[in-house]
């Protein structure tokens, strides 16, 4: 008995057909991607680190950095720095994928700036955000340059406003707290031996042989893990025999270490908070102020700002109340206090003529790079900008 055709066409059932979306196909290879990425990341973290440095050095030493090519050069030390910091937020994922750095103890500020990542969302997304400004501000200035000084001071006190709105914040989150200086936490340094079993993914990744395992046995005795034969245990290795001190003194644990992340710095007294809001706003006033000032070789800006950073030092919390990370923070802002010598009437009245007598004295190839730097010196804002 033969059946209506329209029986086929309506009411019998069809084959299911697979459907192939091409920008369904499209659209989910981007994520694919980064996993992949991220996972190569997380295989050669030392050599990426190593990689991230060269270029960052390249940047620093190109013949004509400046001038010129400056847009294009700083837009590539950015990237860079963009780039480092999307690694860091991989390998602060993975941490416990690489043996180097979960069984490592952690910095204090390493160990602050993790727990409050973890802790508040919006922390999370301030510090990144500041992270960026500071990554990019050179590059804004240089951009809104072309433009006039008018639009480049603009775009200086508007990034300045932003930086100092984020600080504030977090020290608003972080219950009257000192700022710590990065606000994320700062990827550690993973030796090169111990990601030795990982370089065979770059190799596979580069079309060679991978290194077989009887190449471990040209490690010295004190390299080596020990695997018991019964219960396969590995016992760690022993330490190097010329250097016992560094391998105890790195197994002790110190009153930091146990302490809890979030008490690794006080509440700051009144006084203290006062300190930080003028150590905050001090580079804020400054542009202002050299924004209205047509003189470069005027020292009003130059004094006031720094006469703030001076009573932002004197107002400080000191004494037992100080912790060691917030000492080692202060430590950092002096340092960072140097940078004064290169702005505004100082660097006008003395610094500059110092480093026009030492680049006359220099080697061709050292003096031109000193003669770019000089430019960036006295044409922008953001490059001593601490």
Not at 11 to 27: C, E, T, W
Not at 188 to 193: A, G, H, L
Not at 264 to 274: A, P
Request: charged fraction near 25%; proline fraction near 7%; include cysteine.
């Amino acid at each position: 008995m033969s059946l209506p055709a329209d029986h086929f066409a309506n009411g019998a059932p069809r084959p299911h057909r697979k459907s192939n979306n091409p920008i369904q196909s499209v659209l989910s290879m981007p994520p694919q991607w980064l996993h992949m990425y991220g996972d190569f990341i997380t295989k050669n973290a030392h050599q990426v680190s190593q990689i991230e440095s060269a270029l960052r050095s390249l940047t620093y030493i190109i013949p004509g950095r400046f001038r010129d090519a400056e847009i294009a050069s700083e837009t590539l030390h950015s990237g860079i720095q963009l780039l480092s910091l999307y690694h860091d937020a991989v390998l602060r994922g993975a941490i416990t994928r690489i043996p180097a750095l979960a069984s490592k103890i952690p910095s204090p500020h390493t160990r602050y700036t993790r727990f409050w990542t973890a802790k508040s969302r919006l922390y999370r997304r301030i510090a990144l955000l500041l992270q960026i400004v500071q990554y990019t501000e050179l590059l804004w200035e240089m951009a809104a340059k072309r433009k006039g000084e008018k639009v480049r001071w603009r775009v200086v006190i508007i990034l300045e406003v932003i930086k100092a709105v984020c600080r504030l914040l977090l020290m608003q989150i972080t219950n009257s707290r000192p700022l710590v200086t990065p606000a994320l936490p700062e990827r550690d340094p993973i030796p090169p031996d111990v990601e030795s079993n990982d370089d065979d993914a770059l190799k596979e990744l580069m079309g060679e042989d991978p290194v077989p395992a009887d190449a471990d046995r040209s490690k010295a005795a004190h390299e080596k893990e020990w695997t018991m034969p019964r219960t396969g245990t590995s016992l760690p290795s022993l330490p190097n025999p010329s250097d016992i001190s560094s391998y105890l003194m790195s197994r002790v644990l110190t009153a930091d270490d146990i302490k809890p992340a979030a008490k690794l710095l006080n509440t700051l007294s009144r006084s203290g908070q006062t300190a930080e809001i003028l150590h905050v706003l001090s580079p804020l006033v400054y542009a202002v102020a050299l924004s209205q000032s047509k003189d470069k070789k005027s020292w009003a800006p130059w004094i006031i700002g720094l006469s703030m950073e001076y009573a932002a030092r004197q107002l400080r919390d000191r004494g037992l109340r100080s912790t060691a990370l917030e000492n080692e923070e202060w430590g950092k802002r002096y340092w960072a206090a140097g940078w004064w010598t290169m702005r505004g009437a100082f660097y006008e009245n003395f610094t500059k003529g110092v480093i026009a007598g030492v680049r006359r004295r220099m080697p061709s190839l050292v003096s031109g790079i000193l003669e770019d730097y000089e430019y960036l010196w006295e044409n922008y804002y953001f490059s001593t900008s601490a």
